[in-house]
């Protein structure tokens, strides 16, 4: 399983903490409608670098930061920020597919309309374990298209 994990310089990776299961692939299915990322095939050019790959790699570089804004966001109580770095995940997330991990996004958007963070942080925790699974499916679909 993988985890995000934010150092104290503030950079972030993800982390293999302990090896997959063998229900894990099984475990994603559904975390990424791989049509859209399929949808894009359309817009590659001949010759060039696989665009799905390139999309995956960003959105795998920089979930990990939005995460990390999130959560900083939290601890402080900074309901701008909170909703910045969630649209801002909801958004890509949405484009290449990941669509729980977008609509739980948007929910931690709305978390803070009210000055109220008591439910961000079980959010945040639901938004991470979804990302997980979006991350094992990006992983795949790279993984075919090299």
């Keep these: 399983m993988s985890i995000i994990r934010?150092?104290?310089?503030?950079?972030?990776?993800?982390?293999?903490?302990?090896?997959?299961h063998a229900g894990a692939d099984a475990a994603a299915l559904g975390a990424v409608d791989v049509a859209v990322l399929d949808g894009f095939a359309a817009l590659q050019a001949e010759g060039e670098p696989d665009l799905?790959?390139?999309l995956i790699d960003l959105y795998l570089e920089d979930a990990p930061r939005k995460v990390a804004s999130m959560l900083?966001?939290?601890?402080?109580?900074?309901?701008?920020?909170l909703g910045r770095a969630a649209h801002s995940l909801k958004g890509s997330s949405a484009s290449l597919g990941a669509g729980q991990v977008?609509?739980?996004?948007?929910?931690?958007?709305?978390?803070?309309?009210?000055?109220?963070?008591?439910?961000?942080?079980?959010l945040l925790a639901r938004m991470g374990q979804e990302l997980e699974r979006a991350r094992r499916v990006f992983a795949a679909e790279r993984q075919k298209r090299l």
């Design 6 to 20: 934010v150092d104290a310089d503030r950079s972030t990776h993800w982390e293999l903490v302990s090896p997959a």
């Design 52 to 54: 799905i790959v390139e």
């Design 72 to 81: 900083e966001a939290v601890a402080l109580a900074d309901e701008g920020a």
């Design 102 to 122: 977008a609509a739980l996004c948007g929910e931690l958007e709305r978390t803070g309309d009210d000055g109220s963070f008591e439910w961000a942080g079980a």
